[in-house]
Structures are given as structure tokens and as C-alpha cells.
């Protein structure tokens, strides 16, 4: 048995922090999360249920681009115990339940910031200078933006006089803005851009033209790893993208995909 594998096959029997698969195959195994039942924003998926590309996907191969990388994404509420079961290497975001704990690294850069919004068409018989002043426009938002979006957003769910719902189906929920079914929705920019570009609607002109209000902070999510020299990776590659300008591209090229 040659002597390199021996070695790399003691380092794996007597390490408590690194993942084997790391150490012999050259790959990293990612889980990113979704809180819904439809594909996660962003992503692409092939026939097969598995993530071909997309904004986070992208990134991450360009951050890790000498080492195999192997996406799942897998509902919320299971995605931290596979990672505790090292079942994979990273998560993001990163699991509120882990933050700090020994053996679990958290990185210094983010992998994505999302910016909420509130989307109306540019023709609707009303104005928007406020959250409050949306407490009687039916509204529908991103599953669990009640919970993620502060208070004020919340006071506005419970005061909200004619209809709130949040979505489960980004596919569904982009036309409902359009066909009038409702008033406003409450989302990520980019994700809506890149699904009404997948849609082709031209939301800067015409009947179609939205506008979008900024009353939400960004929203940052961090990579956790349970490898840390996978994390000092991906802080000194992102780093590099955002400062080169090749996060940027990134980013727009998903968003301005017509897939």
C-alpha cells in the first residue's frame, strides 16, 4: 500500500474536524437550504433534482474552482443535522443552532446578501411612501418575511385589513403581480428579476414596468464548514472576486439570465 495513502488514510481515522472525503477526494459537498417546496431561489435544477448552476452555485465553484464541487439542496429544517452528522462538508446559510459551536468555523465573507423590496406595478392607482401605508393592499410575500423582516413588517402583517399571504411557489407568485391578483409583493430583487426574466417580462417598460421600494436592511448569510482550512479558502477567494469584479459579473449574469 503506497505510503501517501497511509497517511492520508491515518489523518482521516484521527481527526475529529475534517472530513475524510475532503482530505482523499478533492471535494467539497455543500448543502444550501431552502424554507420552501419549490426549487431554491436562484438555482438551477436539472430533471434530476440536482443544482446545475445559479447565483450561490456559481460563486462556489468559482471560490473552491480546484476542487470538485457537489451542491444538495435540502429543506431547512434537516439541513443542520446532516451537517452535524457530517453527511457535508459546508452550509449556507449558516445554522443560528451552530454559530459558535467548537468544530464549526463560520466565514468572515458572505456568499450571498439579499435585498428585500416591495414590488408594485408602476400603474397602480396608489401610492407607496411607507410600509404602513400598505395595511390595506393585499400583499404577498416570501414564506416566513412575517418573521424575517422586523417589526414594523410584522405590526403591518397583523394589521393588514384585506389579504396576506406568503408564497410558496416563486413560479406562481411573479405572475400574480402582473395578472392584478395582488397589490404589492414583498421578495428579493434579484431572485424576482431573475424569474421575470425567465418569464420574460419587461419590468422597466410598459404595462409591466415595476417599481421597487427599499424599506428592509440587506439580509447576509455566511458560510459554515466543519473544515477550516475550507473557510480560510473561501474568505481569501471571495475576497478576491468582490475586489476583481468577477462577484459582480456573477451575480449579473444569473440575474439577467433568460433560461
Do not use: W
Not at 78 to 83: C, D, E, G, M, S
Amino acid at each position: 500500500m503506497p505510503a501517501p495513502f497511509l497517511l492520508a488514510l491515518f489523518m482521516c481515522l484521527f481527526s475529529f474536524t475534517t472530513p475524510c472525503l475532503a482530505a482523499r477526494d478533492n471535494k467539497v459537498s455543500v448543502i444550501l437550504p431552502f424554507a420552501d417546496n419549490d426549487h431554491p431561489p436562484h438555482y438551477l435544477v436539472n430533471d434530476q433534482g440536482e443544482i446545475t448552476g445559479g447565483i450561490e452555485a456559481d460563486i462556489l465553484k468559482a471560490v473552491f474552482s480546484d476542487m470538485a464541487v457537489e451542491f444538495s439542496y435540502i429543506q431547512l429544517k434537516r439541513a443542520a443535522i446532516l451537517l452535524q452528522q457530517e453527511r457535508y462538508h459546508c452550509i449556507s446559510p449558516t445554522p443560528e443552532e451552530l454559530r459558535g459551536q467548537a468544530g464549526y468555523y463560520e466565514s468572515r465573507e458572505f456568499l450571498s446578501i439579499y435585498y428585500n423590496r416591495v414590488m408594485v406595478l408602476a400603474s397602480s392607482p396608489f401610492s407607496v411612501n411607507s410600509l404602513a401605508s400598505l395595511h390595506d393592499k393585499r400583499l404577498l410575500a416570501f414564506l416566513g418575511a412575517s418573521k424575517y423582516l422586523g417589526d414594523d413588517y410584522a405590526d403591518l402583517v397583523k394589521r393588514n385589513s384585506r389579504q396576506y399571504r406568503e408564497f410558496t411557489h416563486l413560479s406562481m407568485a411573479i405572475p400574480m403581480l402582473f395578472l392584478k391578483r395582488v397589490d404589492a409583493l414583498v421578495m428579493d430583487k434579484n431572485v424576482f428579476m431573475y424569474h421575470a426574466n425567465k418569464q420574460e417580462y419587461d419590468v422597466f417598460h410598459g404595462k409591466d414596468k415595476v417599481l421597487f421600494y427599499d424599506f428592509f436592511p440587506p439580509s447576509r448569510f455566511t458560510l459554515m464548514c466543519k473544515n477550516k482550512a475550507l473557510i480560510d479558502d473561501f474568505d481569501a477567494s471571495m475576497k478576491k472576486l468582490r475586489l476583481s469584479g468577477e462577484l459582480s459579473k456573477i451575480i449579473e449574469r444569473n440575474v439577467n439570465a433568460r433560461r
